[in-house]
């Protein structure tokens, strides 16, 4: 399986700053140059294998935003390295408003393969509290336009954002699976040092959600695009040094695991329904599964089987693990038997 080698162009390119974003903060990168982007690429090289499934990404700003000749001199560094045979392709990520048919041709002839937009909402009162500066128009634009062209696209939501409640969120996955995109990320909002937001949340104007409900919208999110196809490659920030250092996350729901916490509530909740729908009383119950989704099954600190217990008023629920399967059944055999 191919790497990612993530390269840093912290806020290059980016018109506007959205109220939530420090990708300084975020990234733990603060310039951005061709050298800089160079040597992170010869830092990460040092310690993977040279495959043609390699992937250089260029995040952390708007790349297609970038001035052109910066974007053409980064993709010339690219090229370098999928000649020498470190990588195979690139993605980048960028607004939705820095797409046309022109840039897309560019960023083909340079082995780009996957374009992820910043999206965040599909809702135009949540993307101007934002701050974004674009509409919703321009994401349906931009991915007309990869799509076109035959580029893969990702989409980066949001869960939190001001003004967001669930029906916006529903009305903006609901439009996210029509535009069918290849990958997508779910983050929940958090305040970070350094941004408007800090600024709204200290005056009072914004409150973060709290760790049940972000993860109780991401797990909607989530839920909802799997069951169409659309791979989920990312839930909940990296939980990397700089952004965990001390003051940088000022509020908000940030678990270094929160991915693992959405699967978990997943698994939560659909174990839940099984007991609801089927009068559990009197039966011995075992949840027979494959090995690698036990601490999912579980939950942080086994929440999810207490939480079941709870719900049976303390009745055994077994956890059985069958690796033959692909994930997991559900069984329930009469204690008489
Ligand atoms: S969210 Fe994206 S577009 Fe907005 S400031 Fe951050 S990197 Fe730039």
Redesign the pocket.
């Known amino acids: 399986m191919g790497r990612i080698i993530p390269v840093f162009i ?2 290059a ?6 109220i ?4 300084k903060k975020i990234s733990g990168q603060s310039e951005t140059s061709l050298l800089n982007a160079e040597k992170q690429i010869i830092k990460y090289l040092q310690w993977i294998k040279p495959s043609s499934q390699n992937e250089i990404a260029f995040y ?3 790349f297609t935003a970038l001035p052109l000749k910066l974007q053409k001199d980064l993709l010339a560094l690219s090229d370098k390295f999928v000649e020498l045979g470190a990588i195979g392709s690139v993605r980048v ?1 960028t ?1 939705p408003d820095y797409i046309d048919t022109e840039i897309v041709e560019l960023l083909k002839h340079h082995h780009v393969t996957l374009v992820e937009l ?1 999206v ?1 909402s599909l809702d135009d009162n949540v993307l101007q509290m934002a701050e ?1 500066e674009h509409s919703a128009a321009d994401v349906e634009k931009a991915v007309a336009c990869l799509k076109a062209k035959n580029m893969r696209i990702g989409i980066q939501l949001m869960v939190g954002l001001p003004k967001q409640g669930w029906q916006s969120l529903a009305d903006t996955v609901k439009k996210v699976i029509f535009m069918k995109p290849d990958v997508a990320r779910i983050y929940p909002l958090l305040v970070i040092k350094d941004t408007p937001l800090e600024k709204m949340y200290k005056e009072k104007i914004y409150s973060p959600l709290s760790m049940s409900e972000a993860v109780a919208q991401a797990s909607y999110v989530y839920e909802r695009l799997t069951a169409t196809g659309i791979a989920v490659i990312r839930i909940g920030l990296q939980a990397d040094e700089e952004l965990c250092k001390e003051d940088n996350i000022v509020a908000g729901p940030f678990h270094p695991s929160f991915g693992e916490m959405v699967k978990a509530f997943q698994y939560r909740c659909w174990v839940a329904k099984q007991l609801e729908e089927l009068d559990s009383n009197g039966y011995d119950i075992a949840i027979v599964h494959n090995s690698k989704i036990t601490s999912q099954l579980k939950g942080i600190k086994k929440c999810n089987e207490d939480f079941w217990r709870r719900m049976i008023n303390k009745q055994e629920i077994k956890l059985s693990i069958e690796d033959s399967l692909q994930e997991a059944v559900f069984k329930f055999n009469t204690s008489a038997e």
Do not use: E, L, V
């Open positions: 912290p806020h390119g980016c018109p506007h700053q959205c939530f974003c420090n990708q952390g700003g708007s990520s607004r910043g965040q974004r």
